[in-house]
């Protein structure tokens, strides 16, 4: 068994995420593993979550379970890591759309470079380099500050608020959901832009995933609280907490990410393989998987 006690305290999380990981977490953890030992490959696990859902806390522990408890060589990254450098997202802002500019929907990440870890890794590569984006400076780490993975891996814990989503129909796309799409993207060339990367070129990476995880919000409406609290926790732990976001740009940021984050959340559910049905309070209330 891990060592529950000291992952809360590493991670600053509340006691009672010991009975999360007992109840809900273990037994697919113990199902994963179980696959892993099936498979002629490593099983890449994907996890989706809302921002603030605590996907990424997640990830962490099916780390330290598969590592400590069976004994597998794991290996964990988020698609935030491949964003664009501030650099490349800057001149995509000037080429298609000046909100491209900002992280984090389709078409602001380094495909080419995922798919070659992804493929790298997979391939049972003896060693792996996997990028770190610093979210303090909204930029890529340079590459001294890299990730190197050691030897061949058993499982990919692979993670990111948009892992899965579908694209939507022309018609869908005409209604603006909130004031940045109503007053910064009024010819619509932002919202096509992103759904034609969800349409045409994401679907290569999303089917590298074996098996899915979904961590569900109950809506959209939760998703502000959720990512101030994540920005908090970030504020404490580095050295610069000025250079993050305050309220007002997080309410404006989180915006960027609505549209896909309710398709996702209508649309997604469906298709994965584990769904965590969590409340406001980020209690999971129900999970579905396979008998």
Same mark, same amino acid.
């Given at each position: 068994m891990i060592n529950a006690a000291r992952f809360i305290a590493l991670n600053r999380l509340p006691h009672k995420y010991a009975k999360h990981i007992q109840?809900?977490?273990?037994?697919?953890?113990?199902?994963?593993?179980?696959?892993?030992q099936k498979a002629t490959s490593p099983l890449v696990v994907g996890i989706n979550g809302s921002q603030g859902s605590g996907k990424s806390t997640l990830a962490r522990l099916l780390v330290q379970v598969f590592t400590?408890?069976?004994q597998l060589n794991t290996v964990h990254f988020s698609i935030d890591d491949f964003y664009l450098t501030r650099l490349e997202r800057?001149? %995509?802002?000037?080429?298609?759309?000046?909100? !491209?500019?900002? @992280?984090?929907?389709?078409?602001?990440?380094?495909?080419?470079?995922?798919k070659q870890v992804l493929a790298d890794l997979i391939s049972g590569a003896v060693s792996t380099t996997i990028p770190v984006f610093n979210k303090a400076k909204d930029d890529r780490y340079p590459a001294d500050k890299w990730n190197l993975t050691k030897g061949?891996?058993?499982?990919?814990?692979?993670?990111?608020?948009?892992?899965?989503?579908?694209?939507?129909?022309?018609?869908?796309?005409?209604?603006?959901?909130?004031? %940045?799409?109503a007053e910064e993207d009024l010819? !619509?060339?932002? @919202?096509?832009?992103?759904?034609?990367?969800?349409q045409e070129i994401y679907p290569e990476i999303f089917n590298f995933v074996d098996t899915w995880l979904m961590l569900k919000a109950p809506s959209f409406d939760c998703v502000?609280?959720?990512?101030?609290?994540?920005?908090?926790?970030?504020?404490e732990s580095i050295p610069e907490p000025?250079?993050?976001?305050?309220?007002?740009?997080?309410k404006r940021f989180i915006q960027h990410y609505q549209r896909i984050t309710e398709h996702t959340l209508e649309t997604l559910p469906a298709k994965v393989d584990y769904l965590?049905?969590?409340d406001t309070q980020r209690e999971i209330v129900n999970l579905s998987c396979p008998t």
């Open positions: 109840k809900w977490f273990a037994p697919v953890a113990r199902h994963l593993a179980l696959s892993q400590e408890e069976y800057s001149k %995509l802002a000037d080429d298609i759309h000046p909100l !491209l500019a900002t @992280r984090g929907v389709p078409g602001t990440h380094d495909l080419a470079l995922l061949a891996v058993d499982i990919i814990v692979f993670e990111g608020w948009c892992l899965g989503a579908a694209p939507q129909t022309e018609h869908e796309l005409l209604r603006p959901l909130n004031r %940045l799409e010819d !619509l060339r932002w @919202r096509r832009y992103v759904n034609h990367q969800l502000f609280k959720w990512r101030l609290e994540q920005e908090n926790k970030l504020r000025s250079k993050l976001m305050s309220d007002h740009e997080i965590f049905e969590l």
